[in-house]
């Protein structure tokens, strides 16, 4: 049993529901069987959970190739859904831990899963969740509103997952894996903890419902890149990109309360222009900013 979430066991069905969805054979990328799935549970997608079902054979291979999946693997599933991709890696894994939060996709699963035996759904907040396996892959087709907390979240995780591998939308994938002058503070966030990879594009079309813009599946693999203390990094990345159209002196010096004169002459000495952007700097430009700050004449 996990901290803030709850197990559940397989129960067998009432005689109000009709139709069977469990076993292999069933079509779940199916738009017609995801619908009559629904019907059956008197649900609907939940926009607020940005609930929109793949329905192409094709990127869920994408997906499965991309985690290069071993049958001695533990994978840690977010979102499940009604379980298109759970299914999908139960064939090639050992071990799913399958992590929802929407009562009624539990009750989903509770059949499509029931053939699975080395799946184990368990339901809660995937950010209150802590990884109780080591040595685990984390792969997810999240929503927009859960992109930043979640790769965070286990990025910072001292039980950080070996990759992650995530549909996410094609605009924040574009965002992580850019590179200046068009950096942010989520390409620099993810990128010093990670190497990111775009994978694949994704039609919106892939989706039912469809969503109003495409995703992309994208590959992001922990690494220990650089040793600049965390939190003094994070305070100063988040001092420049504090406003991002002007300049890195002027956003550091207000945001740090130090003099201007002070931050300029830090910045040159570490080769940064004063009158630069934020969005100009490299990664390792901010790291070599933290491990200096103290050489500020304060």
């Keep these: 049993m996990y901290p803030h979430t709850k197990k559940l066991n397989t ?32 649900a609907r997608p939940s926009k607020g959970l940005g609930q929109n079902f793949l329905i192409d054979k094709k990127i869920l291979e994408k997906i499965i190739t991309a985690a290069d999946i071993k049958p001695t693997d533990t994978i840690l599933e977010v979102g499940p859904g009604i379980g298109v991709l759970t299914q999908a890696l139960a064939e090639k894994a050992g071990e799913v831990i399958a992590v929802e939060k929407d009562e009624t996709m539990i009750k989903i699963l509770k059949e499509t899963l029931k053939d699975y035996k080395n799946v184990d759904v368990t339901q809660g907040d995937i950010l209150r969740y802590q990884p109780q396996t080591t040595n685990y892959k984390l792969v997810a087709n999240i929503p927009y509103y859960l992109t930043s907390p979640l790769i965070r979240k286990f990025l910072e995780e001292k039980n950080r997952p070996t990759e992650m591998v995530l549909m996410l939308q094609k605009e924040v994938a574009q965002r992580i894996c850019s590179q200046p002058p068009d950096m942010s503070l989520l390409s620099v966030s993810v990128q010093f903890y990670a190497e990111p990879k775009i994978i694949s594009h994704v039609s919106k079309n892939c989706f039912w419902p469809a969503p109003k813009i495409d995703s992309a599946i994208i590959k992001i693999i922990p690494e ?61 430009n901010w ?10 004449d304060k």
């Design 11 to 42: 129960p067998t069905h009432g005689s109000e529901n009709t139709g069977n969805f469990s076993g292999v054979g069933v079509e779940l990328t199916s738009p017609t069987i995801i619908k009559q799935l629904l019907s059956k549970y008197e």
């Design 224 to 284: 220990n890149k650089y040793t600049a203390p965390a939190d003094l990094f994070f305070k100063i990345v988040k001092a420049g990109f504090s406003q991002p159209r002007k300049q890195l002196g002027g956003n550091l010096s207000k945001m740090l309360e130090i003099n201007k004169e002070k931050i300029d002459g830090w910045l040159l000495k570490n080769k940064i222009e004063p009158k630069q952007r934020a969005e100009t700097l490299y990664v390792n």
């Design 287 to 296: 790291v070599t900013l933290s491990k200096n700050f103290e050489n500020i």
